[in-house]
């Protein structure tokens, strides 16, 4: 057998979830499943792993019934030889055993020793700091969300040597999302350690994930396992799912087209600011720096956007980009807050009120990183745009005609009468995108505006913005798709956060 197949069908009751015929996983090879967040990736991985519940879900899968699936002996020996990585470990982290003692556990238990991979995924830090980070207790905010990513995928790779010097060992590994929470850098080296351990023995691998820029990581750095990687696409359509081949030159060629449209972004310091931010707001113990160089190197600069122009802030996770903007909002208290927007200055003392009329959706409005913060999931999707302070008094049938061209087929009647809690989450966060970009405001903080799409919504996104550019606005950026925004942002336009701990004399 030189691939498996699967006809695979989910339903929750009456609802269908997955209906697919024909996914093919070729046998000792890595499967990419690319495709928009919430429409059945992770779903489709689960099921072929075996982890779905048969009393929660109904599924068939070849033709059987659940029960019978997981009972097959190529899905114990999937189980048994393999290693699944969850996209949110918090749940699947035993909170009553320390760090060290779960990597060891079970069959994990006759591997070797873990002190290698984990100095590989922990570059930055001590052997102390390590053995402290094993000595944890799993708890909501310890270890982080990156951390416990890269904990499941120590033991993934654990299991993997375990394979490659058993024999007879028929592996299935899934990586689903594994780098959602990780910066570029530790993105890169989980993938490292990944695609140099198939190279040492290959084996079934499929790897779920909507970041498209791992294709160019692949192409730069793995050129010779080309012809054992495979991408696959799943969109969601009108009519239900739909599985292709995704071409990988298809993304690389899009990305080396857009470098020439960096100079229609407008010059940074065309006319008057529209919005200026001092550097060194000061917010949970930490002073937050703006800069032109990485890293913090340069001198402190202000942070300052024009309009019909755009900024991208870049840092690594966890430095306070989204802390810090949502400072700016007026949504989170911070000290040394000094910025001005048109003619309105706002500091530590601005009252909120003042924000709430007139500032938010009429001077600045941002787009949330996460769709479920900002829209109410029991609401219909007409119902998404009601109470906006939209500018012009756009009608009911003006706004259903912006949400079908955004949109495209999908987007029918039957549509707007969806609940949002519903959509699939590449679908709320184009409602999301379209709900702030209608407010008409001068500035627009967009933090992770590519998050969960697939490419050809990311296209469409893309291209709504660079219209809302051409119009005056201007545009706020906070992503880390580094590798696609730094091909469509000019690096004068780029600003760099850094983060330090305050003096105990300056907080108080």
Not at 31 to 43: P, R
Not at 255 to 265: A, D
Not at 370 to 382: G, M, Q, Y
Request: hydrophobic share 40%; proline share 5%; glycine share 8%.
């Amino acid at each position: 057998m030189t691939a498996y197949t699967f006809d695979i069908l989910i339903a929750r009751g009456r609802r269908i979830l997955v209906d697919m015929e024909g996914f093919r996983l070729p046998r000792n090879h890595i499967t990419f499943l690319l495709g928009e967040s919430g429409i059945g990736k992770s779903l489709t991985g689960k099921a072929l792993y075996g982890l779905l519940d048969p009393e929660q879900l109904n599924v068939v899968i070849n033709g059987k019934q659940y029960r019978s699936y997981r009972r097959d002996e190529l899905t114990r020996r999937f189980q048994r030889d393999g290693f699944f990585v969850f996209q949110e470990p918090s749940t699947h982290l035993n909170p009553l055993m320390t760090l060290e003692e779960q990597i060891l556990e079970g069959s994990l238990a006759r591997a070797a020793r873990p002190e290698t991979i984990l100095r590989e995924l922990w570059k930055d830090s001590t052997a102390g700091e390590l053995i402290e980070l094993l000595g944890v207790y799993p708890k909501p905010h310890r270890p982080s969300g990156g951390e416990k990513q890269r904990i499941l995928c120590a033991m993934a790779f654990m299991k993997m040597e375990m394979a490659a010097a058993e024999d007879g060992a028929d592996p299935l590994f899934v990586f689903d999302e594994p780098t959602g929470s990780l910066d570029n850098r530790y993105r890169d080296i989980v993938l490292e350690m990944l695609f140099t351990r198939f190279r040492r023995r290959p084996s079934t691998v499929l790897l779920i994930t909507h970041d498209y820029s791992m294709i160019s990581f692949v192409n730069r750095n793995f050129p010779d396992l080309a012809p054992r990687i495979d991408f696959q696409e799943l969109s969601l359509g009108p009519d239900g799912l739909h599985l292709k081949e995704f071409r990988p030159e298809t993304y690389s060629t899009w990305l080396s087209q857009q470098r020439p449209h960096r100079k229609e972004q407008g010059s940074p310091g065309a006319g008057p600011p529209l919005l200026r931010v001092e550097s060194g707001m000061e917010v949970f113990g930490r002073a937050l720096r703006f800069s032109r160089e990485p890293a913090g190197r340069g001198e402190e600069v202000p942070l300052i956007l024009h309009r019909a122009s755009l900024a991208y802030l870049k840092a690594p996770s966890g430095t306070g980009k989204t802390t810090m903007v949502k400072v700016l909002m007026g949504l989170l208290r911070g000290r040394n807050l000094s910025a001005r927007i048109g003619t309105m200055e706002l500091d530590e003392g601005t009252p909120r009120h003042f924000w709430r009329k007139h500032i938010w959706g009429r001077k600045m409005t941002m787009v949330f990183q996460h769709a479920d913060e900002a829209l109410n999931l029991r609401a219909k999707v007409r119902d998404v745009f009601s109470g906006l302070p939209l500018r012009g008094r756009i009608s009911r049938t003006a706004i259903e005609e912006e949400v079908r061209a955004f949109f495209g087929s999908g987007a029918g009647s039957a549509f707007f009468d969806r609940t949002v809690g519903t959509l699939s989450g590449g679908q709320k966060q184009r409602l999301n995108l379209l709900r702030s970009l209608l407010l008409g405001a001068d500035l627009i903080i967009l933090d992770e505006p590519l998050n969960g799409l697939d490419f050809a919504s990311m296209q469409r996104v893309l291209k709504l913005l660079q219209e809302r550019m051409e119009e005056g606005k201007a545009l706020l950026i906070i992503s880390h798709n580094e590798e696609i925004f730094d091909a469509l942002i000019a690096p004068e336009n780029v600003y760099y956060l850094s983060a330090g701990l305050l003096s105990s004399r300056s907080r108080s």
